[in-house]
Structures are given as structure tokens and as C-alpha cells.
């Protein structure tokens, strides 16, 4: 009889005082330092049109789930997306006076400051965008540009004024990219606004378009404390969700990389209602790829959550279930037991090894990505379809411990692999196929 080992899904405490992170001494992964410089494993949420759209019963609700989820940062945005400037709050609030992001309307920026308290009473940090990028590169959406240089820089020493007491990492660029010489500048004066009140205290970091990554951009800039990415929601099996953490390693060295927008759960394949819905399974898959291949934590979206989705709203790209049942859906649970793995093991001293198998599949989604220690006291693997993997058995720590951590529920399932010759073969639970995902842990 298979006996699953349960990993603990318990709430952490409240907590009140402010938590600082900063970049590893080695620059491979944040810190806690207000624990004793505790690794911290970016496990955030996509919560965009959180402090436009959610009253604060709604958002004490959803950030409480989150928490109790296992997340610990909430990305959303202070000038929205969805008409943001034009389109009061719920509480029929207005950011800013004459579209002056200097002139701030003090009710809607003291909604922000009670969700940052809320916030920082659960212990969570908001990844808080100053901005949607149409707001200074408006390229698609509604706008309108409002950002110059000048006005940027003021905003930015503004927030970070106003907001640098609490668990808040910046998030700049939203979903844009700068395109010319104008849009670098914005993004820099912004950055230097906040600097100059924050100083070291809150990281900073940029969010781009999908199929990008900030150290395109701003790989040398000083500002930038990690680096994202954002595989996005084109196709199944993106294999920039594996392929970017190598490609920011190589373009901006010494820096931490997180996945700052994978597909969605409950989203349009390539936004085509047509194509099908990415569930919980491409979720997982995004999340595994890119944490074994060398993020520093992850990011989880619910289609119909970023937008706070519900019966009489425009849904965007085809969003189709209201958003207080979507924070029941199965991804995000399985984002907590991600987390708790990582944080149960040196995580950050793992490094992706390509050639660690002997055999196992590597193309059509079925993609084995490999991390191991350099001392090879651990090795995690990540098989999307629970395929057959085979190990020559010199490759192979002495007195191992071996066993299939299932990404869906947590559990663990001790076992000895089956020795073949030269070669040690694992073979997953259950049959081969698209979601039977497990995780390989040799200890």
C-alpha cells in the first residue's frame, strides 16, 4: 500500500513589522534579512486590477486565501490597466487629479495604504506596480501616456516615500517594454525617484511583454535589484519557461531571475477560446520548468483573478468564470506545495544539468529538467507526463534517498529505483500521460 507523506499546509502567523530582503552576497537568490537573512522564495500571484477593482472586504478575502496558499507576494498595479485613470475604484475613487501623476487624490492612495496594511499584517509582500506600462508606452490598450521624464521621477520619489515602510517589492514597466529613447528614460527617472527614497530598503526589479526579459533592456543598470521574465500565454510547453533563466544568466550575470508572468489558468491558448484553455496542468508545468532551471521563485495567474473578473464586466480575452470561484481553482494550492518543496531543500544552490539523463524524453512538452547540487547531495527532476527516466548509476550519490514528490497534493512517496545494468531507472507512478506530473527528489 502506498503511504503519502503529507507536507504541512498550515497558515504562518500574522505578522506586524516590516520584513527587508535584499540580493544574496553571491547574487543568486534573495534574502530575508530581517530573519537572519533566511533564503526568501518569490512565490507571488497576479492580482493586476486588485486596488482598482476590490473593495476592501474582497480584498481581505482574497489576500487572506492567498496567504494561506503558501504566497508571499501579490503583483498589482496603483495607475491600472482597465481604464484605471477614468474609471473610479470601488470605492468611487479617482488616482489622480487633471491625469498629473504628481497630483494625487488622497481617498484612493489611502485604499492602497489599508490594503498595505492589511498586507503587511499577513506577512505578504505587494509587488507593486507604480504603473501599467500604457501609461508612458501605450502601444495597445487604453491609456493614455501621462509619463515624461520629469514627472516619472517625481512620482517615483513620491511612492517610495509614501510606501517605504512597508513589505513592498517595486515592480516597474507592466507588461511594456521601452522602445525608444524617451521610454528608457521614464523607466530610469522613475527608478531614480524611488531610490532616492528608499534607498537600499525594498528591491526593485521590471516587468516585461511576453516573450521578453528585462535584462534585454536593463542588464547593466544598477537600479535593478533581479531580473524577470515573461513566458506568457502564446502556447503549451513554452519552452522559454526553461530557456530564459539561462538566457538572463548569460545577459545579466550575478543577478536573481523570476518568472514574472507565465500562462494563466483558465486563459485562451494564444487568447483563441478556439485552441482551448491552458488548467492547473500548464500551470505546474510553467512554474517546475523555470524553478529547475534557475529562478529564484515563481509566478502564478488565474485568468479571471488578475482582472477581478465577474457577471457584468467586459471580460477580458475571453474570461468566463466570476473570480470569487476562481480562487478555488486547483492552480494556486499547487503553487504552495512548490514552494514548501523548495523551501524544504538548498534550492538555491541547485543548477540545471541538460545531461544528467541517460534517457528521457526531451521534446513535445514532455521536457525532464534536471537540477542538482554541485555536490550532488540532491537532485530534483521534473517529469511533465510521468515518463520513464534512466540514470547511469555512477552519476548517482551513495546512500541516496529516493522518492516522488507529486506536485498536485503535496504528498511523497518513498521508493528504490530498479537497477538495469549500469543504469538506475525511474519509473513515476500511474501511466504515462499528459498531467500525471512528478518530481523526482534524490537526497
Known sequence: MIRLLLLCTCAPALLTAQLRLAISADGSHIVNITQNTTPFFYLGDTAWELLHRADEAETRMYLQDR??????????????ELEGLTTPNANGDLPLDNLDPTNWNEPYFAHVDRVADLADSLGIFLGLLPTWGDKFNKKWGVGPEVFTPENAEVYG??????????NVIWILGGDRNPENEEDFAIVRAMAKGLRAAIGDTQLVTYHPQGGYRSSQFFADDEWIDFHMFQSGHGSLNDKQNYDFPRDVNREAPGKPVVNGEPAYE???INWRPVNGWFDDFDARQAAWWSVLSGTDGHTFGNHNIWQMWQPGREPISSARTPWKEAVHYPGAAQMGHLRRLMESL?????????????????????????????????????TPYGDELIVQTEKLPEGADYRWFDPRTG???????????ETMVFDPPFAAERGNDWVLVIQ
Open 346 to 382: 538548498p534550492y538555491y544552490d541547485l543548477e540545471v544539468d541538460w545531461d544528467f539523463l541517460t534517457a528521457g524524453p526531451n521534446s513535445s512538452g514532455r521536457e525532464t529538467v534536471v537540477a542538482r547540487t554541485p555536490n550532488d547531495s540532491l537532485v530534483l527532476a521534473y
Open 157 to 166: 520619489r513620491m511612492l517610495g516615500e509614501r510606501y517605504q515602510e512597508h
Open 266 to 268: 483558465d486563459h485562451p
Open 67 to 80: 496567504q494561506a496558499k503558501g504566497f508571499n507576494v501579490i503583483q498589482t498595479v496603483i495607475l491600472a
Open 411 to 421: 504528498g511523497e512517496i518513498p521508493f528504490k529505483p530498479e537497477e538495469r545494468g
